[in-house]
C-alpha cells in the first residue's frame, strides 16, 4: 500500500513523480501531513546514496508547509544535499511541488552514517534489487 516512489537521478540529488491516492489524505482531498514528511525524508535520503553513496539515517527533520497537498494528482518531489560535515553527517533538502511547479512543502534534515552492520544490510537490499530497482532509478541494479 505504499507510494512506490521511482527516484531518478539528477545532477544534484532526485527526483520523483509520485501520484498519492485517496487513501493517503488526512482531510478530505489534502494529503496527511505526516506523508507529505515521509515522501521529503525519503527523497532527502535517496539523495545522499545517489550523490554519495552512503547510507544514512534521519537525525534531524523540519518541514515548512506551504499550501495543502492534493491527492490524486501528480506532485514532484524533488532534494539535493546541501553539505557533508566529515564521512558521518550529512545536510540535505527537499520540495514538493504541483504539476505547475509550486512549492508546496519544503524540507531540511540531517542525516547520520548508518552502524556499519545495519549499513551493510541495507546495502545488500539495495543491490539485491529488492526496494526501488527501475532502470534510471537511484538505486544500482544487480547484474545477474
Given amino acids: 500500500m505504499g507510494l ?34 515521509g515522501l ?39 532534494a539535493s544535499v546541501d553539505a557533508a560535515r566529515n ?3 550529512f545536510l540535505a533538502s527537499g520540495r514538493l511541488r504541483d504539476a505547475a511547479g509550486e512549492v508546496l512543502a519544503e524540507a531540511h534534515g540531517k542525516f547520520l552514517a548508518a552502524p556499519a552492520g545495519l549499513a551493510a544490510t541495507l546495502t545488500r537490499e539495495l543491490a539485491s534489487g529488492a526496494r526501488h530497482a527501475e532502470e534510471g532509478s537511484a538505486t544500482p541494479r544487480s547484474e545477474g
Fill in 4 to 37: 512506490h516512489i521511482q527516484f531518478r537521478r539528477t545532477p544534484t540529488g532526485v527526483e520523483a513523480t509520485v501520484r498519492p491516492q485517496a487513501h493517503f489524505q488526512g482531510f478530505s482531498g489534502v494529503l496527511h501531513g505526516g506523508v507529505v514528511c
Fill in 40 to 78: 521529503l525524508d525519503d527523497a532527502m535520503w535517496w539523495a545522499i546514496y545517489a550523490q554519495r553513496e552512503v547510507i544514512t539515517m534521519t537525525a534531524d527533520i523540519s518541514v515548512r508547509y506551504k499550501k495543502p497537498v492534493p491527492v490524486g494528482t501528480d506532485l514532484r518531489v524533488e
Fill in 87 to 89: 564521512s558521518r553527517l
